[in-house]
């Protein structure tokens, strides 16, 4: 009779550990996994707002360049007094080389080279607030034109044409946008831009898989859900059925139809696209990537990727009713494989912590197990006397160590504390003096005689 309470209290004690251990794991896989999938989600989303803000910048200095040229060669209202050549761009003899200088200044890396013919620098100049920026139509790129804004556009002199008509500058936005990309720090394996109707624009990998088309890579994936069921973990690399869905082949509102013709992408607002729903486009995926932020799990070339789509369109100018945008779509591309194996992995400090917490636990625990488990003929011996000294150098090294390291967090979290406070203080000194040396340059430039 004890040996059968001896052994029914053995697998007692295995079952309460493997249930103890078992819970650890499930709330490991449906708590911090989960809750750092859904983290990581954020970051991607947080990592497209950063480059639509670069994209959006990029596309304002071209616009911006091209105001500025327009201004001068602006003619004035009333005469003006002789001064230097560069306040005679607006004269027809110097005109074609104050552009053409301004241009390889300016937009030396996206400018085509092209000069347009006198009268068309004079349509820039004539209007220079109505001067924007247009879809170039015949372009499955970046690429924007400057049109003249007059009702009769000025016919160009042969050789001189840029390709479009009325068109007087032409620039591929792809160098700048590519540069700014890359200068930013974000964990996408590729970045992609594409507009409204699902066709790829600019492609940032040269290496990867080559994308000319998202509509039915978005049609043919499943939505990403950051919950999990309690045994999610059972089903691992496939998609979870209670949390994935079809991506939706039909967007809701007026996001159905191919949109207008090449070139008057510019709409406002949510006017684009507009359409008879189920014809165009398989699907209206074009609507739903423009929408709205999605996160899909796509299959690409072999391989599973995320995919995340966020609106980003882009201001080219104004009317004299609205702001002209163009409605592109900023695309990020991570691989599967790397999220879940991100999600899955723990932080470096809850690491340490749980290391040494284990060694001061197995330390204190293992005498009272031993005195536990022996028998009443066992005896002390000399070894056991050497594992408990072990034993005890164990533990207090693994509470030395806990010591030093919430030590070093404390002084590393004070440190840093300081550091940006003096950082803050410099801040607002250097913000004062530049203030104040700004507004005594723009005094001594008032008193020129340029601008009495």
């Known amino acids: ?32 996994v989960a809750g750092q999938k859904e983290y990581l989600i954020d970051q991607e989303f947080r990592n497209l707002s950063r480059l639509s803000e670069q994209l959006n910048a990029e596309f304002d200095r071209a616009r911006f360049s091209v105001s500025s040229l327009a201004k001068i060669v602006q003619p004035p209202n009333k005469p003006q007094r002789e001064t230097s050549s560069k306040a005679e761009c607006w004269q027809e003899s110097n005109i074609g080389s104050c552009f053409e200088e301004y241009a390889k200044s300016y937009l030396e890396e ?9 009268n068309g620098i004079k349509c820039l100049g004539a209007e220079p607030d109505k001067a924007q920026l247009q879809p170039d139509g015949n372009s499955t790129g970046l690429e924007v034109i400057v049109l003249c804004t007059q009702e009769s556009p000025p016919k160009g002199k042969p050789g001189q044409s840029t390709g479009n008509p009325g068109a007087i500058l032409r620039m591929d936005m792809k160098p700048w946008v590519e540069e700014a990309f890359r200068g930013s720090t974000n964990s996408f394996d590729d970045v992609l ?3 409204e109707k699902g066709h790829v624009r600019f492609q940032m990998s040269a290496t990867g898989p080559r994308i000319a088309e998202l509509n039915s890579i978005v049609e043919s994936g499943t939505d990403i859900s950051t919950k999990q069921s309690m045994f999610g973990f059972l089903n691992t690399g496939a998609a979870n ?9 039909k967007s809701s509102g007026d996001g159905g139809s191919e949109g207008g013709a090449p070139g008057k992408e510019t709409t406002d607002k949510g006017t684009a696209g507009k359409g008879t729903p189920g014809k165009g486009t398989p699907g209206g995926n074009h609507g739903r990537l423009s929408h709205a932020s999605s996160a899909t799990k796509v299959s690409i070339g072999g391989k599973s990727y995320l995919l995340f789509a966020q609106p980003s369109p882009v201001e080219l100018g104004s009317d004299a009713e609205r702001a002209v945008r163009w409605p592109l779509v900023l695309v990020g591309l991570r691989l ?3 999220v879940e194996a991100e999600s899955h992995a723990l932080p470096y400090t809850v690491l340490i912590w749980t290391g040494l917490c284990g060694v001061v636990l197995l330390g204190f625990s293992w005498p009272w197990f031993k005195l536990q488990y022996m028998s009443n003929t066992e005896r002390f011996r000399p070894i056991d006397g050497w594992i408990l000294l072990f034993t005890l150098l164990l533990v207090s090294s693994g509470v030395m160590l806990m010591l030093l390291n919430g030590s070093y967090l404390s002084r590393s979290r004070e440190y840093t504390d300081g550091t940006l406070r003096r950082i803050a203080l410099q801040m607002t000194s250097n913000f004062s003096t530049e203030l104040s040396q700004a507004f005594t340059q723009l005094e001594s430039i008032r008193r020129t005689e340029e601008l009495q």
Do not use: C, H
């Open 1 to 32: 009779m004890p040996k059968t309470n001896e052994k029914l209290r053995k697998i007692i004690l295995l079952l309460i550990t493997w249930g103890v251990l078992l819970g650890l794991f499930i709330g490991y896989e449906n708590y911090f």
């Open 193 to 195: 831009v594409a507009d």
């Open 336 to 338: 599967a494989g790397g």
């Open 110 to 118: 996206v400018w085509d080279g092209k000069m347009p013919d006198t």
């Open 241 to 249: 059925p209670a949390s994935a869905k079809p991506a939706d082949t």
